[in-house]
């Protein structure tokens, strides 16, 4: 029973894991239905994978929302999943790797008028600062709910510097703010030194290491597949033709690829260009590399003749006889030589190099931006409809492809069997916190938990782990009343997230004992007990726990000598105080005493709770123990709380605790703890510090009696 202590076992009742499956709706699905929760969109980190098969589907998935010729002056880059993604748009720092999307806190604003139900896109505006398109539903007079597009420019937090619309519902365009975020790197910024550089083959852009190894797919030395390469490169419009050569069959030998080809020579090969250097600022070929391609000899048979067809104006070719053997097809074409001709025709969609996977993407440009790479890419798979379209990858300076991951679920630990007050808590989170967090939620339980499993709370779980439990302030205890010191000293090790929530105690008189002695309210508990030094006798839970806590307190304040008797456990079992009557008060939270209130058998006198939030029961309000004078600033409560592993990012644990407050702000839930008799938290992870050195104060208090 002594390691419950360690955490004051308040526990979770069940566990629930919501899933987050970003639907894709249409913006016209919003305008006609704005009562209907969207689903957050899922949100994500970039990951760097190993070169063999990549995902290239996963890794050019992005549009930038800017220009390219802006991006090695930047410092940070909006990426824009495609329209086929259910990712949120978000920000990378090309300087530190950092992620950057609208925080939990941001999804609404000026007090619930506006709701955040999508984030659509990343530009940039005049000022060089991105702005965030978002899809918003606001709260009308009436209870109606509409719908509406804003932009509005984010803070290096995450955090609205001007929010999508003002609170009188103006766009807010014109707007202002020195706190908007930059794209722009500093004046005099000048990238880092990296031991990749840029080379070219055909034009064809690659990175290469500093012993000259391609990091990213070799340029193609082929020449054919090389100008196939450069006019995908160029996207080039529908109807676009160019020039190949055909065999005495019709079949393709060169593909259509190709400028103003020479013919075919009696030693039966042909002489292929391609540009070897361009001039990008002139869109200009500098230089060409001519290679001679070798031809398979012809089938002996005479050639064709070529014909123009008066009804279409193609070209094609005929036999002695007069008729078709190669059909009109040709824009333009030439006569055969040596059996090959060299003819012009509509570009061949459907053509591929050999061995060429449909999801490669075709490298446009390498950009060095801030300690990573952009590569321009154009594709083409499911993502883009069967169009090919510009998109974006992203490397690190290693050399290794960054692709998009889903945020792991996030996982509460309770190192405990389910059951107790903490149940409904449980439900709350895992329902509530998916929609805000943009990932899902599991509550997960360890009974008996060991050494080692704290210690894997404590020190291992990075952002994909938290610690929910009434965790004991402080964590490292206090000498003389908790041991554990190996427990104490991981626990140091946490880093704080949130408070959930806080519950005070009651101090209940057995009622027989409160009608025979005529004590009916506080004045009249602490006058009897001076009166009667040591007669009176306070039940309690074991030592370390909150019980303790209050007893000591209430002694410490009043100055009345009253006997502690301690029960096993967390507090007394009220059951046991009714029928034994072996106490005359005891120390225990509302539900501990709940029944034995209703029966009659326990009275209250009042509660460890604030002035400021008092407790009721069945529509009578108890009195706080704080409203006697005698105990004035006097406040004890079991302290729900989230606490992160020593691992965890700092920015992700901040987003937690955001989406925590937000949960708890909601009108819905504030009703629910006032029926449970408990106040929310949802403040800074600073804030729950400072209730740790609180509550260290309260022990020194309570022990120093």
């Known amino acids: 029973m002594k390691r419950q202590f360690v955490f004051s076992a308040l526990l979770w009742l069940g566990s629930t894991l919501c899933s987050v499956h970003a639907a894709q709706p249409s913006y016209q699905d919003l305008y006609n239905h704005p009562e209907r929760d969207l689903p957050m969109q899922p949100t994500w980190q970039l990951q760097p994978v190993g070169p063999q098969a990549p995902r290239w589907e996963d890794i050019f998935a992005f549009e930038i929302g800017i220009s390219p010729k802006l991006i090695e002056r930047l410092r940070w880059l909006s990426l824009n999943p495609s329209q086929k993604s259910d990712l949120t748009p978000a920000l990378f720092n090309t300087d530190d790797g950092r992620m950057l999307t609208l925080s939990p806190a941001a999804r609404s604003f000026c007090d619930g008028r506006w709701k955040v139900v999508r984030v659509d896109s990343i530009s940039l505006n005049p000022e060089y600062q991105p702005m965030f398109k978002v899809w918003l539903v606001e709260q009308v007079p009436g209870g109606r709910k509409r719908s509406n597009v804003g932009f509005g420019r984010l803070d290096a937090q995450g955090h609205w510097a001007v929010p999508p619309k003002s609170c009188d519902g103006k766009d807010t365009f014109s707007v202002e703010s020195s706190d908007a975020l930059l794209y722009l790197h500093p004046q005099g910024f000048t990238a880092p030194a990296s031991d990749l550089w840029v080379d070219k083959l055909y034009t064809q852009p690659g990175l290469r290491d500093a012993q000259g190894r391609w990091l990213t797919s070799a340029p193609q030395k082929e020449l054919t597949t090389a100008h196939w390469l450069a006019y995908r490169r160029i996207l080039i419009p529908p109807g676009s033709t160019g020039t190949g050569l055909i065999d005495v069959r019709g079949k393709m030998v060169v593909p259509f690829v190709f400028g103003n080809l020479p013919d075919a020579t009696a030693q039966r090969r ?254 009249e508990l602490l006058a009897y007990a001076r009166a009667h030094p040591g007669s009176l006798r306070i039940g309690t839970g074991a030592d370390g726990g909150t019980g303790h806590l209050a007893f000591g307190q209430f002694q410490a304040l009043s100055g009345v000598d009253v006997q502690r008797v301690v029960y096993p456990g967390m507090y007394p079992d009220s059951d046991v105080i009714t029928k034994e009557h072996a106490v005359d008060l005891l120390f225990a939270p509302v539900n501990g005493v709940a029944v034995a209130v209703r029966r009659g058998q326990l009275r209250v006198l009042g509660t460890t709770a604030a002035p400021a939030h008092p407790q009721s029961f069945e529509g009578e309000q108890w009195p706080t123990l704080a409203s006697s004078a005698a105990l004035a600033d006097y406040t004890v409560y079991d302290h729900f709380s989230l606490w992160a592993p020593a691992d965890s990012d700092v920015a992700s644990d901040r987003r937690l605790q955001e989406a925590v407050a937000q949960v708890l702000a909601r009108p819905e839930v504030q009703k629910h703890l006032q029926e449970l008799q408990v106040v929310g938290g949802g403040g800074s992870p600073e804030s729950l510090l400072k209730l740790e050195e609180k509550e260290r104060a309260g022990w020194m208090r309570a022990l120093a009696h």
């Open 270 to 523: 042909i002489r292929l260009c391609i540009a070897a250097e361009f001039d990008t600022r002139r869109r200009t070929v500098t230089r060409f590399d001519c290679r001679w391609q070798k031809l398979k000899g012809g089938d002996g048979s005479a050639a064709p003749r070529l014909v123009q067809d008066t009804g279409t104006g193609k070209w094609g070719y005929q036999d002695a006889q007069g008729q078709w053997v190669i059909v009109p097809q040709f824009l333009e074409a030439r006569p055969f030589r040596n059996g090959y001709a060299v003819v012009n025709g509509l570009f061949p969609e459907d053509w591929r190099p050999p061995g060429w996977q449909e999801d490669w993407p075709v490298i446009r440009q390498f950009y060095r931006m801030g300690r990573y790479w952009v590569a321009e890419a154009v594709v083409r798979n499911g993502s883009t409809d069967g169009q090919w379209v510009i998109r974006y990858g992203l490397l690190n300076d290693s050399g290794q492809w960054l692709t998009p991951v889903r945020e792991a679920p996030l996982h509460i630990t309770v190192p405990f069997p389910p059951g107790g007050r903490s149940s409904h808590y449980a439900g709350m989170l895992a329902a509530n916190l998916p929609n805000l967090l943009g990932r899902s939620v599991q509550v997960d339980h360890v009974p008996e938990a060991t050494e080692a499993d704290y210690r894997r709370l404590a020190m291992e779980g990075g952002n994909s782990t938290v610690l929910l439990a009434a965790l004991r302030l402080p964590r490292g205890g206090i000498e003389g009343v908790h041991q554990g010191q190996p427990l104490n000293d991981l626990l140091q090790s946490l880093r704080p997230v949130t408070l959930v929530a806080s519950q005070p105690m009651v101090l209940a008189i057995d009622s027989a004992r409160a009608d025979e002695l005529g004590i009916h309210n506080m004045d």
